[in-house]
C-alpha cells in the first residue's frame, strides 16, 4: 500500500499568518491517465471530511482561494495564505492513483 | 447538492446491515462512488469503490469477500452490503464520489457500531 506521510502532526499558525503541510508519498502518484490524483481534506471539530483540493491544485466549489496546492511526483503541500479562526481542523492529503487508496494521518491545525 | 447516508446502527458481530447514500443535486450517474470510514477518534480509511457503469467494483483487503458496492443510477443511490461485521468494523462510514472533478461531493457519514 501508499504510504502517505504528513508533516507536521500539529501545527500552531497565529490568525493571519500563513501556514504549509506537507504531504510526502512512498510511491509516484502519477497514474497511467497523466494525471496525479492527489487530494486534501479538511476536517473542522464534530464535521464530516470536506474537500478542499482535488489532484494537486484545483479548489472544489466554495473552498476560499486563500488554499492552494501545489507538488508533482511524491511531494505535495497545502498551503493557507491567511490562517481565520474557522480553519482550526485537522487537514489529510489522499492518494486515489493506486489501490487502496490511502490517506495521510492528519495535520492539526491549531491557532496559537 | 449533497450525499445523505443512512442505515448505520447497532448489530452483533457477525451480523449485516446495508448502508444507503443518497444523492442530489449531483450527477451521480457519471461518477466513480467510494465508501470511507473513520474510527471515532482516529483517521480514515478508504473502504470500497465502484464504476459509473457498475462493471468495477474494489475493496480493501479488510472488507473483501464481507462487503459488497453496488449503485443503482436510476434512483441515484450507492449501497454499502456488509456482511460477517467484526468488531474492528465500527466506524463512521462516509460516502463519496465525483472526487476528481469540480463537483465532487462528501457525505455526512452514518455511524456503525459492531457489538455484542
Known amino acids: 500500500d501508499i504510504v502517505m506521510t504528513q508533516a507536521p502532526v500539529s501545527s500552531p499558525v497565529a490568525l493571519g499568518q500563513p501556514a504549509s503541510i506537507s504531504c510526502r508519498s512512498s510511491?509516484?502518484?502519477?497514474?497511467?491517465?497523466?494525471?496525479?490524483?492527489l487530494f486534501w481534506l479538511q476536517q473542522r471539530p464534530g464535521q464530516p471530511p470536506r474537500l478542499l483540493i482535488y489532484?494537486?491544485?484545483n479548489r472544489f466549489s466554495g473552498v476560499p482561494d486563500r488554499f492552494s496546492g501545489s507538488g508533482a511526483g511524491t511531494d505535495f503541500t497545502l498551503k493557507i495564505s491567511r490562517v481565520e479562526a474557522e480553519d482550526v481542523g485537522v487537514y489529510y492529503c489522499?492518494?486515489?492513483?493506486?489501490?487502496?487508496?490511502?490517506f495521510g494521518q492528519g495535520t492539526k491545525l491549531v491557532i496559537k | 447538492v449533497q450525499l445523505v447516508e443512512s442505515g448505520g446502527g447497532l448489530v452483533q458481530p457477525g451480523g449485516s446491515l446495508r448502508l444507503s447514500c443518497a444523492a442530489s443535486?449531483?450527477?451521480?450517474?457519471?461518477?466513480?462512488m467510494h465508501w470511507v470510514r473513520q474510527t471515532p477518534g482516529k483517521g480514515l480509511v478508504w473502504v470500497s469503490r465502484?464504476?459509473?457503469?457498475?462493471?468495477?467494483?474494489t475493496y480493501a483487503d479488510s472488507v473483501k469477500g464481507r462487503f459488497t458496492i453496488s449503485r443503482d443510477n436510476a434512483r441515484n443511490t450507492l449501497y454499502l452490503q456488509m456482511n460477517s461485521l467484526r468488531v474492528e468494523d465500527t466506524a463512521v462510514y462516509f460516502c463519496a464520489g465525483g472526487i476528481a472533478t469540480p463537483e465532487g461531493n462528501w457525505g455526512q457519514g452514518t455511524l456503525v457500531t459492531v457489538s455484542s
Open positions: 465502484i464504476s459509473p457503469d457498475v462493471s468495477t467494483t
Open positions: 510511491q509516484s502518484l502519477v497514474h497511467s491517465d497523466g494525471n496525479t490524483y
Open positions: 489522499m492518494q486515489a492513483t493506486h489501490i487502496p487508496h490511502t
Open positions: 443535486g449531483f450527477t451521480f450517474r457519471t461518477y466513480w
Open positions: 489532484k494537486i491544485s
